[in-house]
């Protein structure tokens, strides 16, 4: 990619390793849903919800940073699943993915409270921790 196409793309507005995460919740969204895209598929059959792919996002969270996940995405400046939006909005405003004409950047708004599905219902298991030997 040359200077000037570069110069030419939208300035990120979170860290690149928010992007990142992004695209790659994209895929286990995907995956969780059933949709992942073969080269002989239409694209419109990997297209996922915004609340599909905030399930992705809880799910590579949890697996990727466990509890610490709240305090990862508020490092990237994400406060709540809208900044999730945000970032897939500016990566279809890249190029980088695609949207539908119903896809709307509130579809991300409200979905969840990172605390709840990061922190509250994180699965502690202490069993063996107090097992006798």
């Not at 999730?84 to 695609?98: A, K, M, Q, S, T």
Request: hydrophobic letters at 40%.
């Amino acid at each position: 990619m040359s200077l000037i196409d570069r110069a030419a793309r939208p300035k990120l507005k979170f860290p690149p390793q928010a992007y990142l995460f992004v695209t790659e919740a994209l895929k286990v969204a995907q995956d969780q849903a059933g949709k992942l895209r073969n080269l002989d598929e239409e694209e419109e059959s990997a297209h996922i919800s915004g609340v599909e792919l905030l399930e992705g996002v809880r799910i590579l969270g949890t697996r990727m940073f466990g509890m610490m996940a709240p305090t990862v995405f508020r490092l990237w400046g994400i406060e709540s699943t809208h900044d999730f939006g945000r970032v897939v909005f500016d990566l279809v405003e890249r190029g980088e993915l695609r949207k539908t004409d119903d896809d709307q950047l509130t579809d991300f708004d409200g979905i969840y409270e990172f605390n709840d599905v990061f922190l509250d219902s994180y699965p502690v298991d202490t069993t063996k921790a107090f097992r006798q030997p």
